[in-house]
T-cell receptor
Framework: EPEVTQTPSHQVTQMGQEVILRCVPI?????FYWYRQILGQKVEFLVS????????KSEIFDDQFSVERPDGSNFTLKIRSTKLEDSAMYFC????????????FGSGTRLTVV | AQSVAQPEDQVNVAEGNPLTVKCTYS??????LFWYVQYPNRGLQFLLK??????LVKGSYGFEAEFNKSQTSFHLKKPSALVSDSALYFC????????????????FGKGTKLSVIP
């Protein structure tokens, strides 16, 4: 069963520092996503990415956030200057073009900002 | 706009009894519906989806869900609960890409904690 791989599984960073969360989506998927889940809350959409550009983003995805597909396999989420409220579990996901086969989520990166 | 409601924060059921976790949704076109399960400190695991076809969808670990268009519901069910089913369950929805709505994002419910009591 193909998997979405996320690294690291847990990252602790100081407020104001930049962090990069990494993901390897399923190889033949075309859409890539980042979601986050603040502890005890629901899973929230951040951004979707298709054909090397952002296709949708939520209000959460402000100028502090950016995404990139630097090569043919990795998909990254960068937070430029982390805030305490960025502490959350961040999930990467990927899907085929129409989403008919569903969305596969990675196991997440727990980001703790101190 | 699309939305999902999971009316129960917690569902308790005795082991061996049937379980139901409720979900209702709202989309502008035809829905794509999903159930995911999350174990403590783990990621989201896919259980099942409804895209089109039979209203009763069977998924992983003996779970099934019934799509009811008139009631805009997609309740998750299992005939006989196991203690190992205890986890957080999320319902999610998006508009069908064939509806022309254009959004690929999944909208999640707030989750229902299922506790199966031995």
């Amino acid at each position: 069963e193909p998997e979405v791989t996320q690294t690291p599984s847990h990252q602790v960073t100081q407020m104001g520092q930049e962090v990069i969360l990494r993901c390897v989506p399923i190889s033949n998927h075309l859409y890539f996503y980042w979601y986050r889940q603040i502890l005890g809350q629901k899973v929230e959409f951040l951004v979707s990415f298709y054909n090397n550009e952002i296709s949708e983003k939520s209000e959460i995805f402000d100028d502090q956030f950016s995404v990139e597909r630097p090569d043919g396999s990795n998909f990254t989420l960068k937070i430029r200057s982390t805030k305490l409220e960025d502490s959350a579990m961040y999930f990467c996901a990927s899907s085929d073009l129409m989403g008919d086969r569903g969305y596969t989520f990675g196991s997440g990166t727990r980001l703790t900002v101190v | 706009a699309q939305s999902v409601a999971q009316p129960e924060d917690q569902v308790n059921v005795a082991e061996g009894n049937p379980l139901t976790v409720k979900c209702t949704y709202s989309v502008s076109g035809n829905p794509y519906l999903f159930w995911y399960v999350q174990y403590p400190n783990r990621g989201l695991q896919f259980l099942l989806k409804y895209i089109t076809g039979d209203n009763l969808v069977k998924g992983s670990y003996g779970f099934e869900a019934e799509f009811n268009k008139s009631q805009t519901s997609f309740h998750l069910k299992k005939p006989s609960a196991l203690v190992s089913d205890s986890a957080l369950y999320f319902c999610a929805v998006r508009d069908s890409p064939y509806s022309g709505a254009g959004s690929y994002q999944l909208t999640f419910g707030k989750g229902t904690k299922l506790s199966v009591i031995p």
